[in-house]
């Protein structure tokens, strides 16, 4: 079973960027897609950006399009989100997510492991 752990949040300006991680532990992520969530407060959690499980091909929402982007390293087992021009409508929980497919997904129905998630909070 596979566990992950996300770091990187933190509190920051609007305009501003932050790295998160997802490190991975138990079992190889090399064979799967992953993915990341945010939930808002007060909002159902929503789908931000994914990666397949080579790391040549990523998805993003609309919402963070051409602002975040999402890597990995298998070597290191690791996953991260590169947020740039962070807005205040960013502020959320971030989760990590390991999808059962080696493909890219939407739905979060579709991912069987997730991290405790890591608090971003963007201030104007």
């Known amino acids: 079973q596979v566990q992950l752990t996300e770091s990187g949040g933190g509190l920051v300006q609007v305009g501003g960027s932050l790295r998160l991680s997802c490190a991975a532990s138990g079992r190889s992520i090399s064979s799967y897609a992953m993915g990341w969530f945010r939930q808002a407060p007060g909002k159902e959690r929503e789908f931000a950006g994914a990666i397949d499980w080579s790391g040549g091909s990523t998805y993003y929402a609309d919402s963070v399009k051409g602002r975040f982007t999402v890597s990995r390293d298998n070597a290191k087992n690791t996953v991260y989100l590169q947020m740039n021009s962070l807005k205040p409508e960013d502020t959320a929980v971030y989760y990590c997510?390991?999808?059962?497919?080696?493909?890219?997904?939407?739905?979060?129905?579709?991912?069987?492991?997730w991290g405790q998630g890591t608090q971003v909070t963007v201030s104007s």
């Open positions: 997510a390991m999808s059962g497919n080696p493909i890219i997904r939407v739905a979060d129905s579709d991912y069987v492991s």
